[in-house]
């Protein structure tokens, strides 16, 4: 684990992309990102790049929104999903970010 942050509530409304660079940049952890807003996409997080595992590698985030009890992975974009209050995000990195890990209980084992 990098980081474990409570978001704050002031932040309803905002893309995870948004959250996720402002609480990278105040923990001072190092990112590498590319595009904007809807084309965001996180290539590197504290020195863990895209490719590093193989060729499909690299970072997805998951979402639990209140009052689901899994994780599911978004077909969108982290610049397009808007974050609500009693939303839970965690960002994971996989060999393979194409085909793993849409639905998961992964959190439960």
Same mark, same amino acid.
């Given at each position: ?8 509530? $002031? ?11 402002? /609480? ?18 996180? +290539? +590197? /997080?504290?020195?863990? +790049? ?6 499909? $590698? ?5 979402? !639990? !929104?209140?009052?689901?009890n899994?994780? *599911?992975?978004?077909?969108? %974009? ?5 974050? *609500?209050? %009693? ?6 990195y996989?060999?393979?970010? /194409? *085909?793993? %890990? ?6 439960? !084992?």
């Open positions: 684990m990098i980081i474990a942050k409570d978001i704050d509530s $002031s932040m309803d409304g905002q893309t995870v992309g948004y959250i996720t660079e402002r /609480i990278l940049d105040d923990a001072k952890i190092n990112y590498r990102a590319t595009g904007s807003v809807s084309t965001l996409y996180f +290539a +590197a /997080i504290d020195g863990l +790049a895209e490719k590093k595992a193989g060729k499909l $590698s690299g970072w997805c985030y998951y979402v !639990k !929104k209140s009052g689901d899994i994780f *599911h992975k978004p077909n969108i %974009g982290s610049g397009q999903w808007v974050w *609500h209050a %009693g939303d839970v995000v965690v960002w994971r996989l060999s393979d970010g /194409i *085909h793993d %890990g849409y639905e998961s209980d992964w959190e439960n !084992k």
